[in-house]
């Protein structure tokens, strides 16, 4: 295992944010059972006064999380110098047969934590917590998700030998591979276009009909995790082509390193920030019928929606960017 100091606190902090998980659920499982607001017992004063603190624990954990990914990407593209082959985190990753997996699991564990978040913002503005059931079912059913990315971490740090030889980028993210990165990297690049910008001006334009409207919030959640389906293939296939300015290099990781202005960290968070809001707006839609939500959540629904639209359009506004001011040409 290699010692640094952002690997410890990656440690630590997951290891908190277990113990926090392990806490939250007990109590939730006991909330799910005997919860009754109508009841003026003493078991359910009690359940009332958990229930603050359970919310204040997961949200400080599912914060930490949040933060946790990009500390994590960040670790993995520091450590690449350490390893002979690795260019970047993508040869990092590649130590063992754990890292990738954990990325992919961060990803989804990110996105799950948002959408917790909002519904637990949600949840705390009604007087009489309308969607604790749901929330604190939802924890029960995303911890093993957040334990088994503890596990799969560890297992990838306490993995990490400095004398292993790994792949470069270029070979990894490579069209002769036979794999779905190979897929990826072997779209073509003009359809590729046009799906991707399809696919973002869809989801701006479904995002400004709810906002005039107030309909369509289902739709705009979809599309808004189907832009960023779109957008990580596009970055793989012809986007980081532009940043690289070089026509067969397809990593998506590089573009997080210094010599390209740290790009990466900005298209990525304004992607995960995209995507976890419009799919928030789409999960509280159902929530309006809600008779003590009714004046509250149409308010928080539109926050939601301008700040996905603001995101998918910024990341969009910086691909483009990337694009007109390559000197990498095609023609």
Known sequence: ????????????????????????????????????????SEQQLVLERRTYLISTLVTYAFAFQLIAAFLFIYTTDHLHSLFIGAMCAAGTLNVNVWGYPTVLLKVFNCIAA??????????????DY?????????????SPFFFAEFLLQGAYFLGLEPDVITSCCGSLFSS?????????????????QWVYHGALAMTLAAGIYLLRTHR????????????????????????????YELPTHHCPFCILQREYHYIG??????????????????????????????????????????AAITAFAGFGGITTYCILTSRLSFS
């Open 1 to 40: 295992m290699i010692i640094q100091p952002a690997i410890v606190a990656l440690f630590i902090g997951s290891g908190l944010v277990c113990l926090m998980l392990l806490f939250a659920i007990y109590y939730g499982a006991i909330i799910l059972r005997r919860w009754d607001l109508h009841s003026g």
């Open 114 to 127: 948002g959408l917790w978040l909002i519904l637990n913002v949600a949840d705390n503005r009604a007087h």
């Open 130 to 142: 309308p969607l604790i059931r749901i929330k604190y079912g939802l924890l029960l059913l995303l």
């Open 176 to 192: 002769e591979r036979e794999d779905i990165v190979a897929g990826l990297t072997g779209l073509p690049r003009i359809p590729m």
């Open 216 to 243: 369509g919030a289902i739709a705009f959640g979809a599309l808004s995790l189907a832009a960023f389906l779109v957008a990580i293939a596009a970055i793989i296939s012809f986007i980081s082509l532009y940043i």
């Open 265 to 306: 960290y900005a298209l990525y968070a304004t992607l995960l920030l995209g995507t976890i809001a419009g799919l928030g707006a789409g999960v509280l839609h159902p929530c309006r019928s809600i008779k003590s939500l009714a004046a509250t959540l149409p308010g928080m629904q539109r926050q939601l929606v301008i």
